[in-house]
């Protein structure tokens, strides 16, 4: 049999955690036959939620589950880590500036990325889900030099799957009918995403649509603002929705994306369609032998140019301002 697969979730008592850990455990992040350990991670204040958390996890008597383990410290909590999903970070607060927030978050991301480089596995792979997503990433994998820095990536999954259903509502098809459909740049209100490279039914999405209007809009707005919406209706923000992204993510990181699609993750930019080289940017992707590739050779039009370099620029932005605080 497989030998078990370390899990290493942030924030582990917030909400996201909360729907996350059943389904790591049930085998929906790695595959029905990976046993999973679960290290969780929290500060001192919130481990005894953790601990209730990893009760409830034991009553679900999940037979991939071999083991919990919690910990008020990074350094442990990577300790032989497989896979990270660093999802605990520090929310804006009332009036706090980007700076602020990009402060208070490089105090959580910076010695996360240490503790990674110091103590995760060989094959580590990281996905950050807190906020401000791409650029604590950024911070962090610029403290784990001897991890190659592909490994550190951030979720655009959720934006992905939320544009999917805004067009599959507007076609009225289904989600299945939907290829190619990218998020590029920032998750943040900047994003963008694309259907003019997006396929339904084999046909071209942006032509299906054929309402230049509704897209510039209801779609795009609608994608973009979504998290703000849910909290407006839920008096929550995005949590099942948010795990599911993960679960998604990860899932095609390890097992590949299918043939004749691709889907949006944000990884560290190589340079292609003009985004700066390191930055953690979201791309069209495919996964193939456990490692993303960006999907190369797509059209790019006036439009689309400038919604992406608007993104990539709050991008450059945010790295410039961390780069500033000594955080990168
Ligand atoms: P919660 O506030 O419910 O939970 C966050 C948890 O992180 C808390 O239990 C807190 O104690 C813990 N935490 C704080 N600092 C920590 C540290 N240094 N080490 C370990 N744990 C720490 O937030 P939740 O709703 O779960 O959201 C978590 C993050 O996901 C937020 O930053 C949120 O903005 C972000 N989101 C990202 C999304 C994305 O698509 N990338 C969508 C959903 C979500 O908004």
């Known amino acids: ?4 697969v370390n899990v290493t979730v942030t924030g582990a008592a917030g909400q996201i955690g909360y729907a996350l850990l059943f389904r790591i455990a049930s085998g929906q992040l790695l595959g029905a036959d990976t046993p999973v350990k679960l290290r969780l991670l929290e500060i001192p204040q919130a481990v005894k939620a953790a601990e209730g958390t990893a009760m409830e996890l034991d009553d679900c008597a999940f037979p991939l589950l071999q083991g919990i383990d919690i910990f008020d410290d ?10 990270g999903l660093l999802v605990g970070a520090r ?3 009332k009036g706090m500036e980007r700076g602020d927030l990009l402060q208070a978050n490089g105090g959580i991301f910076k010695p996360q990325g240490e503790a990674i ?3 995760a596995a060989d094959d580590i792979r990281v996905l950050v889900v807190g906020n401000p997503a791409n650029t604590n990433a950024l911070i962090a994998q610029s403290h784990a030099p001897d991890v190659p820095a592909e490994r550190f990536t951030a979720m655009t999954r959720l934006d992905h799957n939320r544009a999917l259903t805004q067009l599959a509502k507007k076609l009225d098809v289904s989600i299945n009918d939907i290829k190619k459909l990218t998020i590029w740049g920032n998750h943040s209100a900047t994003q963008y995403p694309d259907l003019f490279n997006a396929e339904v039914d084999g046909a071209n999405a942006a032509k299906a649509v ?3 209007a509704w897209l510039e809009n209801d779609f795009i707005p609608t994608v973009a603002k979504r998290g703000a919406a849910i909290i ?5 923000s995005s949590a099942a929705s948010a ?4 679960i998604d993510h990860v899932y095609d990181w390890v097992n590949g994306t299918p043939e004749g699609d691709w889907t949006s993750a944000a990884i560290p930019s190589d340079g292609s369609y003009g985004v700066p080289e390191g930055l953690i940017s979201s791309f069209p992707v495919v996964s193939k032998n456990g490692e993303w590739e960006i999907v190369q050779g797509l059209e790019i039009d006036e439009f689309s140019r400038a919604r992406i370099d608007a993104s990539v620029q709050e991008l450059v932005e945010e790295r410039d301002t961390v ?3 000594g955080l990168v």
């Open 91 to 93: 929310p804006r607060g």
């Open 74 to 83: 990074a350094g442990k909590a990577f300790e032989g880590a497989n896979v």
């Open 1 to 4: 049999s497989k030998a078990p």
């Open 323 to 325: 780069k500033q605080l």
């Open 243 to 246: 795990a599911n992204a993960a």
């Open 210 to 212: 054929g309402d230049q």
């Open 232 to 236: 407006e209706a839920r008096g929550a």
């Open 117 to 119: 480089n110091a103590g």
